[in-house]
């Protein structure tokens, strides 16, 4: 009994980046994320991913594989452990369906072992990421015309302090929560350069500014407000669908492909996620390779 303690689902081990206050239980217990593309007919063996080698047959046959839609709903057994996920519908861009799978011990109410999410894309999530991906890696000077962000900024009784009030590259700190850059609480925005790029920078509750993972702020192809002068010399924030097209809807199509659970709380303006990501792979990393974070590096606070 001591060798079946050490089985696992092989391969696909999350490096979690949400607090657990983050985090619901099945979140904080689930090591292992999968993202796969939608296919007719496309099955997956999950016991192909078992290990370590050599457990004894009479112990697999004891193995069970226990699945439901997001966590949520009836319980199925997976027959012959094969998920048939193309036996479905191919779901929509950006809203991947979600399966919740526990690996178990002497069948569906046994011992659990492992779990595991796996994230089924439309077949267009990954021709558009992998399109944006191509056209982006190679087109990097505009990030050098922005504005290097503060390494830290002052937080007054839980309210953030604007470093440079009466200076015109940043837009004051302001407090932020949303999934979207988990663990961070305050944000700053740069004003639109030439082309309309912006940046954006993430600060944690302390105010010191988060230059690495997804809770990082990047750079902006399209800065998500643009000015736009009235009369009098006012100025009025106008929301950028370019920033959704290039820069939101590639960031969440990476998360998903990377395989995190999650999809955005609005397709048209999101916000925020419906479930929190947990794992940075090969697709995020892509991500913030072609929206680095800090770009021009970084200045201290005045």
Same mark, same amino acid.
């Given at each position: 009994?001591?060798?079946?303690?050490?089985?696992?689902?092989?391969?696909?081990?999350?490096?979690?980046?949400?607090?657990?206050?983050?985090?619901?239980?099945?979140?904080?217990?689930?090591?292992?994320?999968?993202?796969?593309?939608?296919?007719?007919?496309?099955?997956?063996?999950?016991?192909?991913?078992?290990?370590?080698?050599?457990?004894?047959?009479?112990?697999?046959?004891?193995?069970?594989?226990?699945?439901?839609?997001?966590?949520?709903?009836?319980?199925?057994?997976?027959?012959?452990?094969?998920?048939?996920?193309?036996?479905?519908?191919?779901?929509?861009?950006?809203?991947?369906?979600?399966?919740?799978?526990?690996?178990?011990?002497?069948?569906?109410?046994?011992?659990?072992?492992?779990?595991?999410?796996?994230?089924?894309?439309?077949?267009?999530?990954?021709?558009?990421?992998?399109?944006?991906?191509?056209?982006?890696?190679?087109?990097?000077?505009?990030?050098?015309?922005?504005?290097? +962000? =503060?390494?830290?900024?002052?937080?007054?009784? $839980? %309210? /953030?302090?604007? !470093?440079?009030?009466? *200076?015109?590259?940043?837009?004051?700190?302001?407090?932020?929560?949303?999934?979207?850059?988990?663990?961070?609480?305050?944000?700053?925005?740069?004003?639109?350069?030439?082309?309309?790029?912006?940046?954006?920078?993430?600060?944690?509750?302390?105010?010191?500014?988060?230059?690495?993972?997804?809770?990082?702020?990047?750079?902006?192809?399209?800065?998500?407000?643009?000015?736009?002068?009235?009369?009098?010399?006012?100025?009025?924030?106008?929301?950028?669908?370019?920033?959704?097209?290039?820069?939101?809807? +590639? =960031?969440?199509?990476?998360?998903?492909?990377? $395989? %995190? /659970?999650?999809? !955005?709380?609005?397709? *048209?303006?999101?916000?925020?996620?419906?479930?929190?990501?947990?794992?940075?792979?090969?697709?995020?990393?892509?991500?913030?390779?072609?929206?680095?974070?800090?770009?021009?590096?970084?200045?201290?606070?005045?």
């Amino acid at each position: 009994m001591k060798r079946l303690t050490q089985i696992i689902l092989c391969g696909y081990l999350s490096c979690p980046i949400l607090t657990q206050a983050q985090t619901d239980e099945i979140d904080r217990k689930t090591n292992h994320c999968l993202g796969i593309v939608w296919s007719q007919g496309g099955q997956l063996d999950l016991m192909s991913m078992i290990g370590p080698d050599g457990i004894p047959s009479q112990e697999l046959a004891k193995l069970c594989f226990v699945m439901q839609i997001d966590a949520k709903g009836a319980r199925t057994e997976l027959q012959n452990h094969v998920l048939k996920f193309g036996d479905k519908a191919e779901p929509a861009d950006l809203k991947p369906t979600i399966y919740y799978v526990e690996l178990r011990y002497g069948g569906m109410d046994g011992t659990i072992f492992d779990r595991m999410w796996i994230v089924v894309n439309n077949r267009n999530t990954k021709e558009n990421f992998d399109k944006w991906y191509n056209d982006n890696k190679t087109n990097m000077a505009w990030t050098l015309t922005l504005p290097a +962000p =503060f390494t830290s900024i002052a937080v007054n009784s $839980g %309210n /953030p302090v604007d !470093p440079e009030p009466n *200076a015109h590259l940043w837009e004051e700190p302001t407090p932020k929560d949303t999934l979207l850059h988990p663990n961070a609480s305050f944000e700053m925005r740069s004003l639109p350069v030439t082309g309309s790029h912006g940046h954006q920078a993430m600060y944690d509750a302390k105010g010191i500014l988060i230059t690495s993972t997804v809770a990082a702020g990047t750079a902006d192809f399209v800065a998500p407000y643009l000015k736009i002068p009235l009369t009098g010399g006012i100025t009025m924030p106008r929301l950028s669908t370019g920033h959704l097209r290039y820069d939101v809807y +590639p =960031f969440i199509r990476a998360l998903q492909l990377d $395989g %995190n /659970p999650c999809w !955005p709380n609005s397709t *048209a303006t999101p916000t925020t996620l419906r479930r929190p990501m947990l794992y940075q792979g090969d697709y995020l990393n892509q991500y913030i390779q072609c929206r680095p974070i800090t770009p021009t590096g970084t200045r201290p606070r005045p």
